[in-house]
């Protein structure tokens, strides 16, 4: 089987998992965008008077930005009256983690060719059979020790 050949039955495969997957390459790319333009103003407010901080709920986010977010805690505080009939709520934090931004706009990068590597490496061994004249290894050693 030549390389082409290998080349295109990686391809079709790569389809195949595509199709059952039901993710497309665009759509990869549309979900490593939404984390990478992760903004912390999709999931809060901040009151101007006051400073307060509130969490939104899902349905007050854009669309589609509660799946950038890796994680939610809260942790409350409720104290309740002695006869039981009240309550009050002492403490209430949220906490929000987004997916990691730099690994995703990095995936970006690469996938559009932002970045070139540069980098050349020779890995195995490497024979040189050369024959040259007294006269031009002098020539070429000339400035190198120092003459």
Not at 14 to 22: F, G, N, T, V
Not at 28 to 46: C, F, H, N, Q, V
């Amino acid at each position: 089987m030549s390389n082409v050949n290998i080349q295109k039955v990686i391809r079709d495969l790569m389809k195949e998992r595509s199709k059952r997957l039901e993710i497309s390459a665009d759509e990869w790319l549309r979900e490593l965008w939404l984390i990478g333009r992760s903004d912390l103003r999709d999931y809060i407010t901040i009151d101007k008077d006051t400073g307060a901080i509130r969490a939104k709920g899902f349905e007050d986010m854009p669309k589609g930005t509660s799946r950038a977010l890796e994680s939610i805690e809260e942790n409350r505080t409720i104290r309740e009256s002695a006869d039981g009939k009240e309550s009050n709520i002492v403490n209430d934090k949220v906490k929000f983690k987004t997916h990691c931004k730099i690994p995703a706009l990095e995936l970006i990068g690469k996938h559009l060719g932002f970045f070139k590597d540069t980098k050349v490496g020779i890995f195995g061994e490497v024979n040189i059979n050369a024959k040259l004249s007294l006269a031009d290894f002098k020539k070429s050693m000339k400035g190198v020790a120092g003459d």
